[in-house]
């Protein structure tokens, strides 16, 4: 990316960016969410698979936050307030994981190997 891209995309550059971020990271807080919880598994195999390189705990907590945020979203209602200021919205847990797997991914393309996982259609 090019690094005028990298500065318009850089909140602490760049006032908008930092609007943007800021609404987004109210909108998580109302459902207890973080921005990793976003990514969807079905959609991407690397989110998948990154997942289920991850510890369990991690995982587990992943999946009670969704639930929760469906519950509220359902009820029509947000978290409490004391709750909405404990939240971390843009705390990765995933990140790292994900590079890895792409990293991986992009290697064993370089090598000609076969792909680890291959999209079906049942």
Do not use: C
């Amino acid at each position: 990316m090019s690094s005028f891209l990298q500065s318009l995309l850089d909140p602490k550059k760049n006032w908008f960016a930092a609007q943007h971020m800021k609404s987004i990271s109210k909108r998580l807080r109302h459902y207890g969410l973080r921005y990793d919880d976003l990514y969807d598994p079905y959609y991407d195999l690397d989110v998948k698979e990154a997942l289920n390189r991850l510890p369990r705990e991690i995982v587990d907590a992943r999946n009670q936050r969704l639930k929760r945020a469906m519950d509220l979203s359902m009820k029509h209602e947000y978290l409490p307030e004391n709750l909405q200021a404990m939240q971390t919205p843009f705390r990765s847990y995933l990140q790292e994981m994900l590079a890895l797997v792409k990293k991986e991914k992009e290697e064993r393309e370089a090598l000609g190997a076969l792909p680890l996982y291959q999209r079906t259609i049942p």
